[in-house]
């Protein structure tokens, strides 16, 4: 079994990166090869939603998931690849060349400390692409630096809004209410982690419908408050406590996979 | 309606870019702001695939959803992404970042000419992710460079093997034969393209299972053979025609819609 | 007067932009153009000290700045320059040229929106160099691109560790057992900020000597346990409490000339 | 003789690297580390030529040359540096970093598989410069990459159309009118391959003389028709047949020579 | 020891690396692994000061440097990083990615010859960050290209006019006078190694005052003859002389020290 | 006429960029749109030339023809790229991606100012392809920052040593024994421009023969001692003032024509 799971811990301090020192990173090292990588955008997310939405849930989950795994969780990446949403005040992006380099450096320092499998906990579809990208061409640094676990080196990246229990979890709740972004699922994971958002949220006129995403000025043009088909009035704080407690199963189970795969 | 269609030709020779003059170019543009860039990649596709496979199929794919429609088609880009496959000889991969530079550019050269609607058409999963992060960079450059069709400018990523009716289609003949990487119904349409290659053609063992993807050395080492679960033995150039046609019909519905969509 | 200044919240809740939603944003442009980003890193802080050190800080600072001022904060970067500390596990570092595109996209992107007084609260030394160099590519990029604020726009690093009153209130602490790295002073606003860091702390034997920094291996030959002529073992909470106290006071004075000048 | 010539094959079939599989290479390798590139560019070629003339010709010479030698041939780059003809429509341009970094990467990928010899054959001027400096900078990476034929790895950049014979050729057939863009040469090398081209020339006025390159809209100024000093009027099939044998003779011997060198 | 110091030559021949042959270089890293970069900038010093002020001024206190050590000095790389004063006719700026990529370069390549201390005397401040910076990637490069001398490489930046003696001397001989760009004492220094300036400096009206730099534009609209509070017209060449010497003598200690610490 | 000519000048004083300020830049522009670039390498010439020959000839060179025609003289860019002599001590290179940024960069900054013309001499073959290239990058960066001067910026590339009646000089007095590096009349420049360099020269053996240029290993084994072909000990400091005048009398022309052409 090429990476240990150390199993599920009481409080998220006992995972968190951040709160480590480097010995304790060298001691985890002997016995477990993965690590967790939230990745968030921050960006608009429609008249009501907190701008924050997908690193306050990628980082929610993350937290999540580490508890009951035990495997370290780093700092969130809370900048992602939002360039369609910049017509819209707040929204912070990273170009595309952008973000692969960044992830790129990430993967490469971890996998220099020995790390073999990097999970990244995704909070924003328009990351997908990006972060896949990133995963080949640290591939080939790995090699081309001639690190030692570059040919055990494995990258994983599990979007949460799209592991199947959520989703379906998501269908049950809102149906076709759901949309695509501004989503009551992912509205509802932030109402439960942030509550002063709660205030926030009141009944919305019906929302601009899906559809495929281009520039920003026709991203806004087409969706004027933000919303693709999306009523995230529908969402509550207890919704996302459940929401966030599906995800942290489902992905828990993902992770597993993913560390002891051959 | 933003972008007319021209119609039905009757030789690829008059859809090809390649053959076109630019005052022709000037002319078409009149009528017609959509334009076909076939994308492939240069990489093995198995013991008996050819390594151009990615390419061949997309050409042809393009060509034939040319023909059908009247749409321009540029030549092909016959490298793409290909990292993974990097441990067989003969694949030649752009990393990433190169690749995303390259379908930056020649949507912004496209860009700078009037073309408001770029419909990629891929034969090669690989590209997706990198393709995606190029459109992201190339609205914002059309936008920073000041280009007039800026904000009416969309692109679109068609990956013909993965069209409902072709994976249907690719089902009905292979069942679970199919696999991921050198299927057989990508192969297939290479016999119906290139016929040379159907005597290189033979019956294989069973292929390493799919799986995930991640450096070329771990991909070599888990598909000694280069297949990812399939049999591509199966393939036969009457069922290439047919899935092309597949294909085709498919990807001429996906343009159409793109074409006239507000 | 180019930027007024909203004055005093009473949480921190108010003043995150990640709990904002972009009509908030908007509106708060009416009346400020101003606004702060935490810039930390992820690294190596001896053998007690935190990894998350300096975006802890930095993200603390940031935030009592933001209340005292009503000033938005922006979601921390947490990954910075650390190249130096890599031999140290834990270590994740962007390179320089990275962290340079980052900051100039995260400008960029708050430039769009008309924000025109981008300050830079940094928790790292490693920073201010690239940061330095962003801002001077920003700027041009802003020019570049054409934005309206291009010609107003401003951006200040304030690298909170470096502030006077903070620097006499360390010495008053720590006198020469500050050192450069894993400084008691910054140990202890980590302590004041995440109680569980307290109870690994520990008497330390005494430190290798400050130095020039260069290559990581250097680095780690040079200072085998991380410190740089630090003592943070004599860090208390309290002392956090005060200095991020001082911190905040000498930070919004800063802002408060920044935004103010003509 | 560090790298021996297979000999003539009949059919292009045999030499296109497209079509074979990886066993195939991995056996070729055994016995030639040589291998074709073609190159071309998809620009404007006046008001009668073909957009894809530097490509379509590039792949022509190379296919012949292979045919020839039975050296593989790769698939084409149809895409090259045209920056100065972007003000025509159709013309599709890497910009000078971008086809930089595809023949890097190109070279880079054949190098790892053992090829030792990579041999450009190149249809368009604007593209000399840029493979200049890639084969520099693919030398670098082969060296800091620990490639194992790093200090063996060769590249040559072969320009048909600048072939003494070619060029002699030209001058016997069309004297001064052969001017250096859209040249009766390289047209009539179009006419040869691509029969209905044929239908479209026809006579045109004196063209604008060849001179310096500049911007694109200088370069549309000056050569408001987009030809340079020359008379593609003049072109016939029969010359093309005749001087696409002409390279292919020479273009042969320069890559047996280079093949054969210590 | 590792770089002992070869000692006084008689004239600035006999240290410039411009003047050697390579088996003279090859002789000199047998007993001293050490060499001076000079870093300048090309742009405006105010009305009557030489836009070429901080390449002469660096070039001038590195030959100096030289002369006293016998260390060598490698020609001057003239333009740095001077975007914001490129309002100002005749500046001639490398962006911050570029001078970081060519301080790099530059240090990879001495180091590839076994160079083991790069000691860069700079004239402009706002090569500082990017130098910093680029000393970083440098270090991550030496190692990720196995360089023999990777662990052992270091990197110093020295800015001339930073010196303690220098900006004492500075102050006796000028006090508040000297401001911050434009100063009497850089422009001193170019009177005595260019005595053709001394012709044109003139008494002016009092600068705009010192304060923070932010775009062209803005640079300009503040300080709208390019001073930054300094009275140039204080400068004399005996001065320059003297202050050179002053340069040099502390620089020459800082270098020795660099050379020979362990 | 686009840009007129000042006209002869008594000492290079008058012309040197670095001696200007920059209201006498502003002034200068009001007559004349021209300006020279020198651009030189520091590498191996051979076991008695200079490692600085390249950029000593292409600025002295400059300066003679800043002097006939009275065109500015920016500071000579010492260096180029040169990884082909990398395995000889002393050669500093910047990869060919480095240097086309630098030229993009010092291009694009005259450009802002209102420079029309660009005249680059320059003293080394390996910079030639990296330069071209970078013209066509800045073409396109002028245009899409709106630069006014964008349309009508013309760069210009003037080898001194490739000029016909260089050439024609150096063959009568070197016939073959020319060569291709560290050629005689390269050398007997810089004897002309570095007295000191007169004492180092001495007989040599045959040199290697002239060749293709790959790697920097290829080359000194083809190449021990980093002579292609040439014997340099035929220069003298005759030859080498003779051979300056050549060269500027036959750039100072070819300047005239650029500057003049409509």
């Keep these: 079994m090429p990476a240990s799971i150390p199993g599920p811990v009481d409080s998220s301090d006992d995972i968190r990166l951040a709160l480590r020192s480097w010995p304790e990173v060298e001691r985890y090292l002997e016995s477990c090869k993965g690590i967790i990588i939230p ?11 907190a701008i924050g939405t997908d ?15 035990g495997v370290l969780v780093t700092p969130a990446q809370c900048f992602g690849m939002a360039e369609h949403h910049l017509d819209f005040a707040g929204t912070m992006s990273l170009q595309p060349a952008t973000l692969l380099a960044v992830l790129h450096d990430l993967v490469l320092s971890l996998a220099r400390h ?4 990097v999970f ?30 570059a ?24 149906a076709d209410k759901e949309g695509q972004h501004a989503t009551p699922s992912e509205i509802a ?18 929302p601009a419908p899906s559809g495929p995403i281009h520039s920003p000025e026709d991203f806004r043009r087409r969706h004027p408050d933000g919303r693709m088909g999306s009523h995230p009035s529908l969402a509550t704080a207890d919704h996302g406590h459940s929401l966030l407690e599906t995800a942290a199963a489902a992905l828990s189970e993902d992770l597993q996979r993913f560390l002891s795969e051959a």
């Excluded at 990745?39 to 939603?49: F, I």
């Excluded at 990006?130 to 676990?149: D, I, N, W, Y």
């Excluded at 055990?152 to 709740?173: D, H, I, T």
Aim: with cysteine; proline share 5%; aromatic share 4%.
């Design 120 to 149: 990244v906990i995704n909070g924003h579809g328009g990351n997908i692409a990006t972060t896949k990208a990133a995963f080949a061409q640290a591939h080939g640094s790995a090699a081309s630096r001639g690190l030692a676990v």
């Design 39 to 49: 990745l968030g955008s921050t960006e608009q997310h429609g008249p009501t939603g």
């Design 189 to 206: 994971v932030t109402l439960a982690v942030e509550p002063s958002l709660q205030s926030k949220q009141r009944a919305l006129p019906d």
């Design 55 to 69: 690193a306050l849930t990628a980082e929610a989950v993350s937290l999540a998931v580490g508890r009951r795994s």
């Design 151 to 174: 040919p055990r080196l494995r990258c994983r990246l599990s979007n949460w809004f799209m592991a199947g229990p959520v989703m379906r979890q998501a269908r049950e709740l809102y």
């Design 114 to 117: 020995g790390f073999e499998r």
